[in-house]
Structure formats: C-alpha cells, structure tokens
C-alpha cells in the first residue's frame, strides 16, 4: 500500500441542471487531486453560492429562445458553443490528466452542450469517461429519445460512457417509497458511480492502482456498465459484496460477454486478504473466458474503519460485446411444399 503515490489531476465536470447537482455532492466530500468544473446556463443554478467548485457559464450573450419539442438539443449545443465558454473550458482543462462528465441526459444544457464540451476534451487529447443517467420510463417517450440521441452524439468524443438508468433506482427500493426518496438514492448512486473512480486511483489509504491501468480498461471497445453491492457477512462480507453487485447490474448484461473489469472495494481494518481474494476470483469467473487477469483487471482496496465489517464494492465492466445476431435459417421443408402444392392446384 502506497501512502504517499502522487496525485493525478482529475477535472469532473457537471453539465446541466442534473450534472451540476451531482457535482454539488462530489463537491461536498472531495477526493484529493479532483477539482470541479460546474457547467450551466446562467440563473438556472444555485452553484455559484458555493466555493467548493469553478461554475462556467453556458451560453454567455448568446441569445436563444428557449426551446422546446425538436430544438432542445441544438439549442444546448448552440450555447455550449459560445467563444467564451470554450475559451474559459480549455484554460480550466489545462493539466488535466483525466477528466470525468457527468449528465443528466434527456434536458436540454447536458443533451445537448455535453458532445460539444467532449469534443474539446478528444482534442486536448485527455482521456474522457462520461457518466450519464437516463430519464424514468414514466418521464414519457420523447425525453428517453432525446437521451438516446444526446448519447449517441456523445459517444464519438468519449473513450467510455457508462449509463445509469434512473428507473435502476426504483429497483432498489420498496414500491412505495416517495418519489423525492428515489431522486436521492439515484443522487447517491451516481455519486458513487464517480468517487469510486477517483478514489481508486487519488484516496491516499488505496492500494496502488494507476492511471495507465484504469485508462487501458476504459478503451476497450463495447459497451460498458456498473453493479454496486454492499456484504455484510460476519466472516465473508467481501465476498458478499462481489455476490450481491453481479447479481444487481445497473443494466442487464451478460457479463460474459465483458473483457475488462475496474473494481473498487472499501472496507474496515480487519478485513481479511483471503476474503478480497475470494471475492475477485469470484468476479473473474463471471467474465469472459478470455481475460486476461494482468492487462485486463485492475482492482483497488480503500481502508475506512467507518465502515467496520462492512465491504461495499463498485463493478465497472467494460468491452461488452454484443449477443450474437439468430442465425437466418432458410423457410421450413413443409411450409415450401405446401406453398408448392398451392401453385400446382391453381
């Protein structure tokens, strides 16, 4: 355990109304070597009262009605692509080693400035990930097509996108919770989504676990998402977080079908090695059959004697490749004859 590693400069940038509050809380329990960049339309956040983040106003004089129905998406990229607001984005940007997003997709700031501000990242050459949440199925279906073309936009300015869907939430509560309940747990999963990340490489009490590494995961092409689980078995509970997070995918993959793996544990003092090392093999045989455990795995082991017995465990799966396509198979022998005797007859 390395207690002295260096810090790498990380940029999380919020985008948007749901962006920025997901930043308001990463803000409020920073990671060492993160700084914060909130991204929003001037007036339509309370982000500037705080001195924990750099708030850069999207859409400075630029003059947009604002939008509805089909406009919503150019109208976000129009304004994110104010002078002012790159100029500023690209003097904030500089020393970056890794930067993080974060969207609510399915608005209009973060739908449709996010590929703009991305753009800008890819061409500073900084490794990008994008952590975005999708719109509740009850939001309707024109809000979950914007957010699919807000993704699909994003997409080719990203190294990753990992997608949480809202309703994941709604899965991880009883059926009558109050809906201001399930915008908090879905706050909190997004939050961790992120500090699992930065922790992993910057908290100073983690195991060595390196950029390059977590960087060399993220590019693997495919589709990519998370699990979370939380053990709390007296003699195991490692292993029982690894348990509970394969079982609990943020989306319903098929992990074998994943080749690479970022996995991030955070446990008591007494936790013991034997417990970690069960839990990894544990994830290892879920994955695809070929990986490679030495360039396609990377975990980290953050000590929180808050946390006691307890080990909560956050999966990033990457490289998942699609099922493969049902086999065309040619029209049955007796539908053909039968067809066949049809035309004899007429």
């Given at each position: 355990m390395e207690l002295n590693k260096p810090l790498v400069n990380i940029k999380v940038i919020g985008v948007g109304g749901g962006g920025c509050n997901i930043l308001r809380l990463l803000a409020a329990n920073p990671t060492p070597g993160v700084e914060h960049l909130a991204c929003n339309t001037h007036g339509r956040s309370s982000d500037r009262s705080l001195d924990k983040f750099?708030?850069?106003e999207i859409g400075q004089s630029v003059q947009i009605p604002w939008p509805s129905g089909e406009f919503k998406i150019q109208s976000g990229r129009l304004r994110a692509e104010c002078p002012w607001f790159l100029r500023e984005l690209k003097h904030?940007?500089?020393?970056a080693e890794l930067?993080?997003?974060t969207i609510g997709m399915g608005g209009v700031t973060g739908t449709g400035g996010s590929p703009v501000i991305a753009q800008v990242v890819k061409e500073m050459g900084i490794p990008l990930l994008a952590v975005v949440n999708t719109p509740y199925t009850f939001e309707g279906s024109h809000r979950s097509e914007c957010a699919?073309?807000?993704i699909q936009d994003l997409k080719s300015h990203v190294d990753n996108i990992i997608s949480v869907p809202c309703d994941f939430s709604l899965r991880c509560m009883p059926e009558d919770t109050p809906l201001n309940k399930a915008f908090v747990q879905l706050d909190e999963i997004m939050v961790r989504a992120i500090s699992s990340l930065t922790r992993l490489i910057n908290a100073p009490n983690n195991m060595v676990v390196t950029l390059a590494d977590v960087c060399r995961i993220l590019r693997f092409p495919g589709?990519?998402?998370m699990a979370f689980g939380s053990g709390t078995h007296p003699e195991h509970p490692a292993l029982d977080a690894a348990q509970k997070g394969v079982g609990n995918m943020v989306q319903t993959v098929d992990l074998t079908?994943?080749?690479?793996?970022?996995?991030?544990?955070?446990g008591g003092y007494d936790i013991a090695t034997s417990d970690y090392a069960d839990a990894m093999n544990l994830i290892t045989c879920n994955l695809h059959p070929g990986v490679d455990p030495k360039t396609a795995l990377t975990f980290g082991i953050e000590v929180d004697k808050s946390l006691g017995n307890t080990v909560k465990m956050t999966l990033v799966v990457t490289g998942i490749e699609p099922p493969p396509s049902p086999p065309v198979r040619p029209p049955r022998l007796d539908n053909w004859l039968k067809k066949l005797t049809r035309r004899m007859k007429t």
């Open positions: 750099t708030f850069l904030h940007l500089k020393g930067v993080i997003m699919a073309k807000g589709e990519s998402t079908r994943a080749r690479g793996a970022i996995v991030s544990f955070s």
